[in-house]
T-cell receptor, first 114, second 116 residues
Framework: DGGITQSPKYLFRKEGQNVTLSCEQN?????MYWYRQDPGQGLRLIYY???????QKGDIAEGYSVSREKKESFPLTVTSAQKNPTAFYLC?????????????FGPGTRLLVL | AQSVAQPEDQVNVAEGNPLTVKCTYS??????LFWYVQYPNRGLQFLLK??????LVKGSYGFEAEFNKSQTSFHLKKPSALVSDSALYFC??????????????FGAGTRLAVHP
């Protein structure tokens, strides 16, 4: 987990509410990623960003939005359009985008719906 | 389409015995393969990866994995299991670059339980 921080550890969302999950890294990595983890399904990619001011949709981007205004920060917003947001959200980063590079993960944020 | 399969939901092993966590893959081209471990309510920790070269890859905490191209497998192994190895293990695969972004495709995970 070292070098990547996620906050909060637990987050509660009310019906119709947008919430934002924070991800910060001090590894000087160019690429950052957001994954969603559900029991028995492994991890699924929500969004990724290879450089500042650029990001791309992953496999399950609907109901989510991101920004990448700074190299070290990649916040994820879970919008009210996401009807089943309860999950464990993991942020990751890698030096660059080439396939040999390892992705390193943060400690995660657990999102629960009230 | 690329995919990763971890055929066992759970593996049980006695402390001190060897352990194997299985992973098979299906990708176009040469695969780049990764193993991660996750402890409860924590992020994933990188264990090891295969890119090219020797088929036996050594990683963190005494783990190793063997790449077998003919069987499209990348099983994780450890000669002597510890109770502290009990965790959720994920295999992941990535295709080599084709001019665009490459993402990790994860298996569903295998829970390893090491009993004293």
């Amino acid at each position: 987990d070292g070098g990547i921080t996620q906050s909060p550890k637990y987050l509660f969302r009310k019906e119709g509410q947008n919430v934002t999950l924070s991800c910060e890294q001090n590894l000087n990595h160019d690429a950052m990623y957001w994954y969603r983890q559900d029991p028995g399904q492994g991890l699924r990619l929500i969004y990724y960003s290879q450089i500042v001011n650029d990001f791309q949709k992953g496999d399950i981007a609907e109901g989510y939005s991101v920004s990448r205004e700074k190299k070290e920060s990649f916040p994820l917003t879970v919008t009210s359009a996401q009807k089943n947001p309860t999950a464990f959200y993991l942020c990751a980063s890698s030096i660059g985008r080439t396939s040999q590079e390892t992705q390193y993960f943060g400690p995660g944020t657990r999102l629960l719906v009230l | 389409a690329q995919s990763v399969a971890q055929p066992e939901d759970q593996v049980n092993v006695a402390e001190g015995n060897p352990l194997t966590v299985k992973c098979t893959y299906s990708v176009s081209g040469n695969p780049y393969l990764f193993w991660y471990v996750q402890y409860p309510n924590r992020g994933l920790q990188f264990l090891l990866k295969y890119i090219t070269g020797d088929n036996l890859v050594k990683g963190s905490y005494g783990f190793e994995a063997e790449f077998n191209k003919s069987q499209t497998s990348f099983h994780l192994k450890k000669p002597s299991a510890l109770v502290s190895d009990s965790a959720l293990y994920f295999c992941a695969v990535r295709d080599p670059p084709s001019g665009g972004y490459n993402k990790l495709i994860f298996g569903a995970g295998t829970r390893l339980a090491v009993h004293p």
